[in-house]
Nanobody, 123 residues
Framework: QVQLVESGGGSVQAGGSLRLSCAASGRAFRSYAMGWFRQAPGKVREFVAAISWSGDSTYYADSVKGRFTISRDNAKNTGYLQMNSLKPEDTAVYYC????????????????WGQGTQVTVSS
């Protein structure tokens, strides 16, 4: 079992930056791929980024490529999402997810989810 807790959300103006954290319980997290997803009001949850258990491989949605960076520190059992050049369309609840899989874009691949953290970007 892995429990995930996101933090770092907030309100920023367009062009600003935020860094989300995903703190995990249990040593198992170190062997799990991790993903970040987001869900805006009235929309389905969508893939943002994913990272392999080792951190060697990363994947991004086209909409965030070049602006967001996913990373992890297995010694701290924590994953991160650095978000730069934020746009109003990035406004959503952001969720981290983990599972013993190869990094995936499909929400159904992940068994463990955090509660989400709100990110609001104003124009």
């Amino acid at each position: 079992q892995v429990q995930l807790v996101e933090s770092g959300g907030g309100s920023v103006q367009a062009g600003g930056s935020l860094r989300l954290s995903c703190a995990a319980s249990g040593r198992a997290f170190r062997s799990y791929a991790m993903g970040w997803f987001r869900q805006a009001p009235g929309k389905v949850r969508e893939f943002v980024a994913a990272i392999s258990w080792s951190g060697d491989s990363t994947y991004y949605a086209d909409s965030v490529k070049g602006r967001f960076t996913i990373s992890r520190d297995n010694a701290k059992n924590t994953g991160y999402l650095q978000m730069n050049s934020l746009k109003p369309e990035d406004t959503a609840v952001y969720y981290c997810a983990a599972d013993r899989i190869t990094p995936a874009w499909d929400t159904r691949e992940y068994a463990y989810w955090g509660q989400g953290t709100q990110v609001t970007v104003s124009s």
